[in-house]
């Protein structure tokens, strides 16, 4: 997936696994996840020490 793909990770301290929540037009915040989703052609959380690491492969190949 590396060539037709760009790769993004970021690294948050917080422990909490993140989940989509059901769409809500009046919750303020918490959409990453849900955003990220909706972009991404596969998405992992891996949880470390102090933390978790969230990576997502977006594809760079046009859709169709």
């Known amino acids: 997936m590396a060539e ?3 790769e993004v990770a970021v690294w948050d301290s917080h422990p909490e696994i ?3 929540e059901q769409a809500d037009p009046y919750r303020a915040g918490r959409n990453g996840v849900e ?3 909706a972009v991404a052609a596969d998405l992992t959380v891996l949880p470390e020490a102090a933390g978790k690491r969230v990576t997502a492969w977006i594809d760079r190949r046009p859709s169709a």
């Open 4 to 6: 037709a793909a760009v």
């Open 18 to 20: 993140p989940v989509t």
């Open 35 to 37: 955003i990220v989703k």
